[in-house]
């Protein structure tokens, strides 16, 4: 019978000596239960303090004993022990019948027992306990050292805002020194990090030891029939033709393919950093950058941050690989890292539809834009501007001023609108253009839009700061 059958490895046994033992101050250890079906539990205890049962585990388990605070597992206790004379009278026996469902457990030193039994946490799908909530924002700038945010942000607003977050971060440390009552951690308390480190590592440690359950008792050896040694040979010849072309493949393809993709990748990389240093310039300090003036560059900045970041962070990640999956440092970084993908993922998703539309029907909307243009930003203004040269609903003005500025405005819009009918065989293409901007989100189509909207009203907007300016000259004579 399986030796760690009758009881379910990795189960949480807790229990008290006396009344005043607290519960964290004897068993809270890497234990399991051992069977008495041809198992010596004595020697469960040696193989488990020399480490024979992580011989073929993925990876090294003095990582883990560090977190949960041993240097090595040790037998708890026995299950179905044929002789309690055997037994140490500090093991938790626990024993089975056919006329209960559950164990009856017991300890000959232990005034009473707790047992705890719990879900363990599947490491492979993320899951695992923690006293904290996990962190997903970055740090903040404040929390970065001088010398890098003194040359990224001079402007006044920026200096302003890093001085309010360091007066809450000196008012937050003044409230914590002033405390009415400061408990003592107890034992409790400062053993529980490590007893969430035991329940995160349960999952792990029942996968390592049920691949190396059979290093216990004899190992009986027989010779190899002659079928068994058909299929032995035939294996032998398939691993020795796999092991040939894999060794292909690493050798002499691999490392060619590797160096390609990472010369693309570099030189991808210095034309990013090269459009950010242009996208970041500023002429003099507190002057408006390119991405502060159009959204597009924003934009773009964006797209060129994530690409340059991505790549540093998939090698971060890929290095929680050589430890045990258990170990939950890097979860937060796993988590920022394919948010981001993923939100990226669904911005370049619907911005692909939203660009095959507008590139498959480009001529019609070509044809609307121009309509609107024509009929929003040349008639309307026409209009509006002669119905404001005569009495608008019973104001008299004043007549030659009117007249002037109507005439001269009127003049700015026939000017402009000469402008756009001039352009309007290039709006097939602008239109085009937009539509493949799509390819790189959702997000880029709009900022171009609206770039191009603001240029398209860019004669109203010049027209309305003259006049303001005009009525602002001839206030002063009016009096």
Same mark, same amino acid.
């Given at each position: 019978?399986?030796? +760690? ?11 008290? $000596?006396?009344?005043? #033992? ?10 399991? +239960? ?11 205890? +040696? ?43 500090? =093991? ?171 010369? /693309? ?7 990013? &950093? $090269? ?24 934009? $773009? ?13 998939? /090698? ?7 430890? =045990? ?16 993908? =993923?939100? /990226? ?14 590139? &498959?029907?480009?001529?019609?909307? *070509? ?17 509006? $501007?002669?119905?404001?040269?005569? #009495?608008? *609903? ?16 009127? #003049? ?19 239109? #085009? ?30 027209? /309305? ?15």
């Amino acid at each position: 019978m399986h030796p +760690f059958s009758t009881v379910t490895l990795g189960i949480f046994v807790a229990g008290y $000596i006396t009344a005043r #033992w607290d519960l964290v101050t004897r068993l809270y250890e890497l234990a399991i +239960f051992a069977a008495e079906y041809g198992v010596v539990a004595h020697n469960v205890e +040696f193989h488990l303090r020399s480490g024979t049962f992580f011989r073929s585990g993925p990876h090294s388990p003095s990582r883990i004993y560090d977190l949960c605070g041993h240097s090595s597992m040790h037998v708890l206790g026995v299950s179905n022990a044929a002789s309690q004379s055997a037994v140490d009278p500090s =093991w938790v026996c626990a024993k089975t019948s056919t006329n209960s469902r559950y164990p009856r457990i017991a300890c000959a030193k232990a005034s009473s027992i707790q047992l705890i039994l719990y879900e363990r946490p599947h490491p492979k799908g993320m899951q695992y306990i923690s006293l904290n909530p996990i962190a997903l924002a970055l740090g903040d700038k404040g929390s970065l050292p001088d010398d890098v945010t003194s040359s990224e942000d001079d402007s006044e607003e920026a200096k302003h805002e890093k001085a309010i977050k360091e007066n809450r971060r000196k008012l937050a440390e003044k409230l914590k020194q002033h405390s009415i009552i400061r408990r003592v951690p107890s034992a409790r308390d400062k053993a529980l990090p490590k007893i969430v480190n035991q329940v995160n590592w349960s999952w792990e440690l029942e996968q390592a030891l049920q691949q190396n359950v059979g290093r216990l008792g004899p190992r009986p050896k027989r010779g190899l029939s002659v079928s068994e040694r058909v299929v032995e040979s035939a294996t032998t010849m398939r691993n020795y033709v796999l092991v040939q072309l894999w060794t292909l493949f690493s050798v002499y393809l691999f490392p060619i393919a590797q160096k390609a993709f990472i010369l /693309v990748l570099l030189f991808h990389r210095i034309l990013a &950093e $090269i459009l950010l240093i242009i996208l970041e310039f500023r002429a003099k300090p507190g002057y408006a950058a390119l991405k502060d003036i159009s959204a597009t560059a924003q934009q $773009i900045e964006i797209r060129l941050q994530q690409f340059c970041y991505w790549p540093m962070q998939y /090698v971060t990640l890929r290095q929680r690989k050589a430890n =045990w999956a258990s170990v939950t440092t890097s979860h937060p970084d796993y988590i920022r890292f394919y948010n981001s993908l =993923w939100l /990226v993922a669904n911005d370049v998703i619907i911005g692909m539809a939203v660009g095959s539309y507008i590139i &498959e029907h480009k001529d019609w909307v *070509a044809d609307q834009i121009r309509d609107l243009l024509r009929t929003y930003t040349v008639e309307a203004l026409q209009r509006g $501007i002669s119905w404001l040269m005569g #009495w608008p *609903a019973g104001l008299k003005l004043n007549g030659e001023l009117a007249a002037f500025l109507g005439d001269l405005f009127l #003049w700015v819009i026939d000017y402009w609108s000469s402008c756009i009918e001039t352009l309007s065989p290039m709006l097939p293409h602008i239109i #085009w253009f937009i539509g493949f901007s799509s390819f790189a989100g959702a997000s880029m189509p709009i900022a171009i839009v609206g770039k191009d909207i603001s240029l398209a009203a860019h004669h109203s907007a010049v027209s /309305v700061p003259s006049v303001s300016r005009q009525k602002t000259q001839r206030s002063p004579q009016s009096y």
